[in-house]
């Protein structure tokens, strides 16, 4: 039996707030858009109905529940505890992006929006909105960096196969932040008919609490499959982060379980040492961007820097707010992988596992070895696989020098 820690991680609370982080703070033209989808989001939530119509879709649509699989191969490799994956990557659109777009879908039609707007970075999540705006019928805007646009060209041919609009957004570096900043401008500019579905577990309440209830299947569905295999819960579970959504739809279940370490993988890039890295918890300190307040990669005089990942998912220069609580109360663990340490572990679960990773989680699996060795022999470590490598071959044979 695992200890149950008690319940002061049951956040957020009414102002959206995971202790000093979270909240909104956002323009006077954006609260009462905010507030609207606060309100409607509670409605939905309390609605039977509406977990029963989406439940439906996730498994008749998504794919629902996603397989729990004994990596052997690579438990073998390492020679400590199990290593079981999490296979999200197998869900409809090939990656856990999927679940939060269908709840916040089905919401957003509620609300009477016919119109949908996202940003993107690796592309999967600007997938998933089309996907189901194609599902509904519905009008579909996707803004992605032009860096990105580049770097995930498969995907974005993919969203316009769909039927979205996808618009280059050249600010910045042109990627994941930049993107986040124009969808915002949209929203606020398209009152009426426009809905705002973001993909991580970030921006102004109620976003972050919203995507992680979304993504909460993947954590509640892990539990009951462990204890069918195991008979037991996982020793702790592991992810990739960027924003957080995959990390903190895995962990949140997990939360009460004190016997469960959860364990968070951000992108060092070229080293933490350097600018050249994605890592705001390791790197950064608490600042606000796109509507709460988190830990930031800023400089001195508080302007936002850009991150920097071999991954166009992990370039975000922040994190989901309820991730800094969870680092800041010591009951989650966060550690970083750099770009070559990501193409390494890419490379051998490819070859071990016969599964291509996408680069996301492929940080997660560069640390997934010392962490089965801290485990030991004969416990169970759980890595949430959230995407598919399909939309990364293409680059990553650029960095290998491999000619395609």
């Not at 409809?92 to 996202?118: E, S, W």
């Amino acid at each position: 039996m695992n200890a149950i820690i008690p319940n002061e991680y049951a956040m957020p609370d009414a102002e959206g707030r995971f202790g000093p982080y979270g909240g909104r703070f956002v323009a006077e033209t954006l609260m009462p858009l905010v507030l609207e989808l606060n309100h409607a989001y509670e409605r939905c939530k309390a609605d039977p109905t509406f977990q029963a119509e989406l439940d439906d879709y996730l498994t008749h649509y998504v794919g629902r529940p996603s397989p729990l699989y004994l990596a052997q191969r690579l438990t073998d490799h390492y020679g400590a505890a199990n290593i079981w994956f999490k296979r999200d990557e197998l869900n409809h659109t090939g990656a856990h992006k999927i679940n939060n777009c269908m709840g916040q879908i089905l919401l957003a039609m509620r609300m009477g929006k016919k119109r949908i707007i996202a940003e993107t970075g690796a592309g999967q999540h600007g997938v998933a909105t089309a996907t189901v705006c194609a599902r509904f019928g519905l009008q579909c805007v996707v803004y992605m960096g032009a860096a990105d646009v580049q770097r995930q060209s498969p995907n974005v041919f993919r969203m316009k196969l769909l039927g979205a609009e996808v618009i280059p957004v050249t600010s910045g570096r042109g990627t994941l932040k930049d993107a986040m900043n124009e969808a915002m401008r949209d929203w606020v500019t398209n009152v009426e008919d426009t809905y705002y579905l973001i993909g991580t577990a970030a921006g102004p309440h109620p976003y972050p609490a919203m995507v992680r209830d979304f993504q909460s299947v993947i954590g509640k569905e892990t539990k009951v499959q462990m204890q069918a295999r195991r008979g037991k819960l996982p020793d702790a579970v592991v992810a990739a982060i960027g924003g957080g959504s995959n990390a903190i739809g895995l962990f949140h279940p997990f939360i009460e379980d004190a016997g469960v370490r959860m364990i968070g993988i951000e992108a060092a890039g070229r080293g933490l040492d350097g600018p050249d890295h994605a890592a705001s918890l390791q790197g950064g300190r608490p600042g606000v961007l796109h509507g709460n307040r988190t830990y930031l990669l800023q400089d001195a005089d508080g302007q936002i820097l850009e991150g920097h990942s071999i991954s166009a998912g992990l370039d975000y220069p922040g994190i989901g707010p309820e991730h800094a609580w969870l680092k800041d109360m010591g009951r989650a663990e966060y550690r970083a992988a750099t770009d070559a340490e990501a193409l390494e572990a890419f490379q051998l679960c490819s070859k071990l596992e016969g599964i291509i990773p996408a680069l996301e989680p492929s940080h997660a699996l560069a640390r997934i070895g010392e962490i089965a060795a801290e485990i030991g022999t004969g416990g169970d470590v759980v890595l949430n696989m959230c995407g598919r490598g399909d939309k990364d071959i293409f680059a990553v044979a650029q960095h290998l020098g491999v000619e395609l």
